[in-house]
């Protein structure tokens, strides 16, 4: 057999296999299309967004705007997961929606000293 004859069968069988590799893929990746629409589906969640805020702070209280995607403001919850601020900043922290696409977020309190100002970690969760 000659080494023309070996690269062309290795090569037939090089293309079967790629195929094959192509066509597992193609079922992969319609399996996951069809799982994430039954998971979309059957979730009562439409959107999530995460934003990282650091409001402006003095002692009567400020606030700062975030600009988000459009959500209905009837169907959606806030939650704020984290305050991150340093170990001498004592406050109040919230957040409300002004219109479908802006969260106005306030921090309130008492600053002793030089501390960092606070970082807040929120979500916007819009239900169907």
Same mark, same amino acid.
């Given at each position: 057999?000659?080494?023309?004859? %070996?690269?062309?069968?290795? $090569?037939?069988?090089?293309?079967?296999?790629?195929? +094959?590799? /192509?066509? *597992?893929? &193609?079922? =992969?990746?319609?399996?996951?299309?069809?799982?994430?629409?039954?998971?979309?589906?059957?979730?009562?969640i439409?959107? %999530?967004?995460?934003i990282? $805020?650091?409001?402006?702070?003095?002692?009567?209280? +400020?606030? /700062?705007? *975030?600009? &988000?995607? =459009?959500?209905?403001?009837?169907?959606?919850?806030?939650?704020?997961?984290?305050?991150?601020?340093?170990?001498?900043?004592?406050?109040?922290?919230?957040?409300?929606?002004?219109?479908?696409?802006?969260?106005?977020?306030?921090? *309130?309190?008492?600053?002793?000293?030089?501390?960092?100002?606070?970082?807040?970690?929120?979500?916007?969760?819009?239900?169907?």
């Amino acid at each position: 057999m000659s080494l023309d004859a %070996v690269i062309s069968a290795d $090569l037939v069988k090089t293309r079967a296999e790629i195929a +094959a590799l /192509s066509n *597992a893929l &193609i079922s =992969a990746r319609n399996e996951i299309a069809g799982l994430s629409g039954q998971i979309s589906n059957g979730s009562a969640i439409k959107s %999530v967004q995460r934003i990282r $805020l650091r409001p402006a702070y003095n002692y009567e209280g +400020a606030y /700062s705007d *975030a600009t &988000i995607t =459009a959500i209905n403001p009837q169907k959606t919850l806030i939650l704020i997961r984290g305050v991150y601020v340093g170990s001498t900043l004592y406050g109040r922290f919230d957040c409300e929606i002004i219109n479908p696409t802006t969260l106005r977020c306030y921090s *309130a309190g008492y600053s002793g000293g030089y501390v960092p100002l606070p970082e807040m970690d929120i979500q916007v969760v819009e239900f169907k």
